[in-house]
T-cell receptor
């Protein structure tokens, strides 16, 4: 595997279900991110982790719970979601969180989530 | 509040018809401007980073430029495979990015 991978690629869940999204980066990066992409809206940053420590939580509802057990893996645990949470959830990684040359973010393919 | 505005929202070109996409931004302290390409059902693919006004970068048929208020992505003699949504984003702090809504480009043969 290379780059940033995400599983599952598609997920359909009811509002009472609990599910998890998984992200793995094979780039040796130290920072990982969760984004939400809804139709007709810009990508929205949800969470930022640096060396397994959460450094930003962008006012995300508590029904989304991130977990970063090590610098290569990132999870997003979902519970009691709403239909408006249906979107493409993207994971990204970068060498570190400090913006500087050659510290670009690389994205995974995303998980298409549908909440019924 | 940081703002990124991309125009046009959608652009249809004939193969070989050159054009430009615009990204205007209002930020307090630009640390970098990024261009990404996104194909349907896929994650954004990194294209360029620009750090200072006057900077230019090229990759195949694409050329990105930066001024103090906006960035342009010039597409020279586009091909159908250039069809995608092009996203612009700015960084003003950590590596957190503020994205625009994107320009959907369709190149017809």
């Amino acid at each position: 595997e290379t780059g940033v991978t995400q599983t599952p690629r598609h997920l359909v869940m009811g509002m009472t279900n609990k599910k998890s999204l998984k992200c793995e980066q094979h780039l040796g990066h130290n920072a990982m991110y969760w984004y939400k992409q809804s139709a007709k809206k810009p990508l929205e940053l949800m969470f930022v982790y640096s060396l397994e420590e959460r450094v930003e939580n962008n006012s995300v509802p508590s029904r989304f719970s991130p977990e970063c057990p090590n610098s290569s893996h990132l999870f997003l645990h979902l519970h009691t979601l709403q239909p408006e949470d249906s979107a493409l959830y993207l994971c990204a990684s970068s060498q570190e969180i400090i913006p500087k040359p050659y510290n670009e973010q690389f994205f995974g393919p995303g998980t298409r989530l549908t909440v019924l | 509040e940081d703002q990124v505005t991309q125009s046009p929202e959608a652009l249809r070109l004939q193969e070989g018809e050159s054009s430009s996409l615009n990204c205007s931004y209002t930020v307090s302290g630009l640390r970098g401007l990024f261009w990404y390409r996104q194909d349907p059902g896929k994650g954004p693919e990194f294209l360029f980073t620009l750090y200072s006004a006057g900077e230019e970068k090229e990759k195949e048929r694409l050329k990105a430029t930066l001024t103090k208020k906006e960035s342009f992505l010039h597409i020279t003699a586009p091909k159908p495979e250039d069809s995608a949504t092009y996203l612009c984003a700015v960084s003003t702090g950590y590596s957190t990015l503020t994205f625009g809504k994107g320009t959907m480009l369709l190149v017809s043969p």
